[in-house]
Structure formats: C-alpha cells, structure tokens
C-alpha cells in the first residue's frame, strides 16, 4: 500500500517557522492569510498497513508535540 | 570512577566531554553500535548531530543498539549525563520528560549564558557553590525544552528542574527558563548548555567542572574507590 503521512505540530505548540512564513506573506501582496502551521510529509510504500499507527507514533512522529495522520493514497 | 561517552555517527562534542571527564576521573569512549557499557560507572550521551539528526533531532539516535543498554544502566539507577543532542536523545528515548524545539527566533546561538542552579544537592549539582550561577556556553538551533503546562506543574512539584537560564537570559524560548531537567529517579540528566566546554578558566569558565565533579562525587558515596 501507498501511503501519506502529514506530522504537524500538535495545537497549540508554538511553531515559529509558521508564524515566520505568515509574516512574509504580506510583503509579497497576499493579504488574508492566517494560521499558518508547517508539517512534514512522508510518502511510504508499505507491505501490512497494520504497521503504520505503530510506525506513525514510534518514529515518524513525537506524540509529545506532534499529531500525525495517515492517508491512503492508492 | 570511570564515565563513558557514547559516540554515534555525527557526535562532535565526544572528545571534549571525554576531556572534561578525565579531569575528574577515568572516561573511555562507547561505540553507538556496541551492546557493552565496559564496566563504566556514568555514561554521558554528548552533544552533535547523532545519525545526520534526520526526520528529528535524536529521533534515530534513540534506536541505536548502544541505547539499549543505556536504558538498562539507567533503570538501574546508573547515572546518565545527556548534553545538547544527548539530551534530545535521551528525550526521545523517553528517558527524560519532554521534548525539544527548534528557538523561536529559528536561528541558530552561540554564546555564554548564565545558569541557576534550582537545587543543588543532586546527582549532578552537588558539587556547585550554592547561590553561584554558572556561566556556561550554548550552541544550538534546536533548544526550546517544551512540556505541557499540567507536566511542567508535575516536574517542578517533583523537583525536576535542576537549571534555568537567569532570569531575562532563555536564549530560545525554552518553557518557564528550563535549561536542564532530570528523571523522576534523579540519576539521569539533560541539560542544553554544555558543561564540557566550560572547565578551563582560560577559554573564559570552568564552571562546566561542578556538573562532572558532582556525578564523581555521587558515583564515590555508591563505589568505594
């Protein structure tokens, strides 16, 4: 299975890189963009789909300070 | 007394803290892909870039065959230093409470702070001059300790937080000033300044000195020498 997983900083965490890119927007004339949160996405083939909760919350993510979401993608 | 530093592939603060150890007792390096502490009385994880640092700081780190036996040593009520990327290291193995961000300002620091040492009859803070702060450089992009707010009440109710940057000088946006915390048991510690390059007066502070004299000091009342 082909699979997408999106780890993002958990709500409410600080997340500078977000707050840096939001605050450049403006400058390049886009007005009206807010809450901006910047993640990582891993694209993973993987034999017993089973296996990526386990994966997802061991390594790929920091439960601590990040939620991530699994996405089939065929 | 011997320390052991664990060396993974990207360690760069290895030697210094071999160096700093050996001020103060016997220190021998321990390679990342050996299941053997050989005998050592402390283990200190150092600073770097463990395994490229990739997906997250000390993410794959925490998986190298050496952490087993880490993790046992620590279990066992072993002493264990974690400096910088150890700390994030140890964090990431769940032997330490919370975690590491990148600063607030996303940039990486280089420079001198002064620490306050919150209690000071520990493992590792018993051999620093009560009241003193220790002046202590940083080098990190990725420093900001973090824990949620009910487990911030949690680690100073129970005594955990050991340093904190003196007030007005959090170079990184690390909750409530945390510069170093340790397990609920007290014999394993992380801390983000690095104490290991700070004990020779001549390249400005030996105060780096009290933590490794500290871990002496209580490895000595556990092993007669």
């Not at chain 1, 807010?34 to 017993?48: A, C, K, P, S, W």
């Not at chain 2, 420093?143 to 911030?152: F, I, K, M, Q, W």
């Not at chain 2, 945390?178 to 510690?189: K, Q, S």
Request: proline content about 7%; glycine content about 10%.
């Amino acid at each position: 299975m082909r699979a997408r997983v999106l780890v993002r900083p958990k709500a409410g965490i600080l997340d500078p890189q977000g707050q840096a890119v939001e605050r450049a927007l403006p400058a390049l004339g886009f007005s009206g963009v807010r809450n901006v949160h910047i993640g990582r996405l891993i694209e993973l083939d993987v034999d017993d789909p089973a296996h990526l909760p386990g994966l997802c919350e061991k390594l790929l993510s920091n439960p601590l300070i990040e939620d991530y979401e699994i996405v089939e993608t065929a | 007394m011997k320390f052991g530093i664990v060396r993974f592939p990207g360690s760069c603060d290895d030697v210094d803290a071999l160096l700093a150890a050996e001020r103060v007792g016997e220190a021998t390096m321990l390679w990342h892909a050996d299941r053997d502490l050989h005998g050592v009385d402390a283990v200190i994880v150092p600073g770097g870039f463990s395994y490229g640092d990739y997906l997250r700081v000390g993410a794959i780190a925490r998986f190298a065959p050496v952490m087993e036996e880490v993790a046992e040593f620590a279990r066992e009520g072993g002493l264990v230093l974690g400096i910088c990327n150890g700390f994030q290291v140890l964090c990431e193995a769940g032997l330490l409470p919370g975690a590491l961000l990148p600063n607030i300002s996303l940039r990486f620091i280089c420079r001198q702070v002064e620490l306050d040492v919150v209690r000071g009859e520990t493992s590792f803070t018993r051999a620093c001059e009560p009241g003193r702060p220790l002046s202590i450089p940083i080098k990190h992009t990725t420093g900001r300790y973090y824990a949620s707010e009910p487990d911030l009440d949690a680690l100073e109710t129970a005594g955990q937080v050991l340093l904190r940057y003196a007030p007005g000088q959090n170079p990184n946006g690390s909750t409530r000033d945390i510069a170093g915390v340790c397990n609920r048991a007290g014999n394993v510690f992380g801390l983000m300044p690095h104490p290991e390059h700070a004990v020779d007066s001549l390249t400005g502070s030996a105060d780096g000195l009290s933590i490794f004299e500290s871990m002496r000091a209580q490895v000595g009342d556990r092993i007669p020498a």
